[in-house]
């Protein structure tokens, strides 16, 4: 006998919620998962192309572990810049690929204003020697690490990139260590 809307009993809930959470348990088990893998991109070409325009020597990480990814390239070239005509920025972003997986930034610049449009006001607190070069260390009061040290009229930030997850200190100064001059591409 079927009942009258509104006389439901707590059974009749319980049931209808069950056949509810059966088939939410069913999308979740079978919903594609994806987050785990790292897009990487291809950063030799642009940084090449950038280097053979920019008005300084452009640096670019040579030797590193398979575990640093780069995930992400935007350069500026001169010219196109708000900052100013003759103004060369280029930045990479990385993934270090370990557990926990962190976050790296490298950053060059010869924009006057480069260090505080892109950390902010952080004086430099120490120096440190990585590779036989003299680097600026920046960290925050939120404890976001930053080496800066300036050379050939461009200045060179690497970054934790101020996000959660950012690189430690070492894996910081294992990126500076693999800086060297790009070299320059030849197609237009």
Request: proline share 7%; aromatic share 4%.
């Amino acid at each position: 006998m079927a009942r009258r809307r509104g006389q439901e009993t707590l059974r009749d809930m319980g049931l209808s919620l069950g056949v509810v959470l059966v088939g939410v348990l069913l999308f979740a088990v079978f919903l594609p998962r994806g987050g785990s893998a790292v897009k990487v991109v291809d950063v030799t070409q642009p940084v090449n192309q950038f280097a053979r325009h920019s008005p300084y020597e452009t640096l670019a990480p040579r030797g590193l572990p398979a575990v640093w990814k780069p995930t992400s390239v935007r350069a500026v070239s001169p010219g196109a810049s708000p900052a100013g005509a003759n103004v060369a920025e280029i930045s990479i972003g990385y993934v270090v690929d370990v557990s926990p997986r962190t976050f790296a930034r490298l950053d060059e610049t010869n924009a006057p204003d480069g260090v505080d449009r892109i950390l902010g006001e952080r004086p430099v607190t120490s120096t440190v020697t990585i590779a036989g070069q003299a680097w600026g260390s920046r960290p925050d009061d939120s404890g976001h690490n930053a080496l800066t040290r300036t050379t050939g009229g461009a200045t060179i930030i690497v970054s934790d990139g101020g996000g959660k997850g950012g690189a430690t200190m070492a894996q910081l100064s294992e990126l500076a260590a693999a800086l060297a001059p790009a070299a320059p591409s030849t197609a237009s």
